[in-house]
């Protein structure tokens, strides 16, 4: 499967993003889909998960009540909606994907990343 991330950009703290991945070349609506993200000197770190039916979600502390994560997967889509953002989101975001009912605890397919540029 290949996943395109896209919605990046330049924002000041406390605007607003809307990450989005889109998937081709699988059954997506098999797949639970996770976003990561990645700060200069930082090593990589899990975001946000949703199940392969949106049932089940995820999130890292870091992001809880700010991030949502929701999937629509007749578009083959899953979005990150990004609120209150900090200077500390900045990074570059991932998406990936994964085989599972549930939400994985590693991931076998990544797309390109996205950079957030958040400014205090």
């Known amino acids: 499967v290949q996943l395109q991330a896209s919605g990046g950009g330049l924002a000041q703290a406390g605007d607003s993003l809307r990450l989005s991945c889109a998937a081709s070349?699988?059954?997506?609506?098999?797949?639970?889909m996770g976003w990561f993200r990645q700060a200069p000197g930082k090593e990589r770190e899990f975001v946000a998960a949703?199940?392969?039916?949106?049932?089940?979600?995820a999130y890292a502390d870091s992001v809880k009540g700010r991030f949502t994560i929701s999937r629509d997967n007749a578009k083959n889509t899953v979005y990150l909606r990004m609120n209150s953002l900090k200077s500390e989101d900045t990074a570059v975001y991932y998406c990936?994907?994964?085989?599972?009912?549930?939400?994985?605890?590693?991931?076998?397919?990544w797309g390109q990343g996205t950079q957030v540029t958040v400014s205090s």
């Open positions: 990936a994907a994964d085989v599972s009912y549930g939400i994985p605890d590693e991931y076998d397919y």
């Open positions: 949703i199940s392969w039916s949106g049932g089940n979600t």
């Open positions: 070349g699988g059954t997506f609506s098999t797949y639970a």
